[in-house]
């Protein structure tokens, strides 16, 4: 018998590589269709703003997805970990304006500094409460969202020519007549460079999906997974449950980070509210990833670019407009569960095997 010696580029793509690359080609092909329409001005300038926004969106849903599809656990934290990485880019840029006089270098580097702000946010957080799940988790990820939020609107921070203060109130911060305030407590920070662009946002994308797909298509994955669906099965062959989720919880929030920095960069004024680092973020987030789909990058790709959009393309419609996005929302999730349309066609073709039945025992009486 002849043996098969076919080699892996003979037999073609995995399944999970297509799918990843699937998903590569739609957001590139989005990207050029507004980018094209963007530099040739045939985009509005309102839906031209919403393509930053777009962006931030999509890379926090997709990094919430590792923890919540991923991993299986939920987390109603994850604005705490953008506000986070927000700051601290923005504290950076402002710091170093007059240091790093080349833009990219010194936004390319508060994107570091932001990452490691949010995964060492992550870790402090993760050691603790990772011993936990269910709803005890998902009530804890809320405080340290609401902490995070609440002692950012605190803090001073101001410079001068003898270095940093930090203080509980501007007049604490003791300042040299050459100093200025960075960080001005429930304010925020005035002054953050305006860099963030729709080319460097699908940057940020395409860099967040090859993170995440290859952490789910790779061993650790797998192992990750393991545990979401059974744990006391994944502890007895050996699996450290606690390294790999704090490993899922680091990547994530620093993940969350990055997307605070291109969220703090893209407005004037960077201050914390209920609006965009609070409980109302994390929940919205949590939206795009449930209705995109546990675990399906793709899925929540999209869900957070439509979810986002919609208020805005629905804005001509006036008092309508939250009408119709709640009945959107409701047909996507019963789309997305699917177990709908399982029973309605197992009613259906119970009704049809009931009536032919009924159909056959009528014609026997008749003979």
Known sequence: MKKNTLTSSQKGLRPA???????YAMVIAFFVIFQTLSSTGNLKNTYRSLLVPICTSV???VSLNLVVGVLGELSLGHAGFMCVGAYAGSFFSVLMQDVITVTWIRFTLSFVVAAIAAAIAGILIGIPVLRLKGDYLAIVTLAFGEIIKSVVNVIYIGKDSSGLHIAMSSTGLNLDSDGVIILKGPQGITGTPKNSTFV???????ITLIIANNLIDSRTGRAIMSIRDNRIAAESIGINVTRYKLMVFT????LAGCAGVLYSHNIAALTANT???????????LVYVVLGGLGNIRGSVIAAA??????????GLSDYRMLIYSIILIIMMIVNNGTFFVQLREKLSFKLKNKSKSSSDTGKEGV
Do not use: C, D, Q
């Open 306 to 315: 439509i979810l986002y959009s919609l208020p805005e393309l629905l804005r």
């Open 17 to 23: 590589t297509k799918k990843n690359f699937v998903t």
């Open 200 to 206: 460097i946002g699908f940057i940020l994308v395409m």
């Open 251 to 254: 990547i994530a929030a620093a």
């Open 275 to 285: 609006n965009n680092f609070g409980y109302n973020m994390s929940i919205l987030v």
């Open 59 to 61: 890379i926090m849903a």
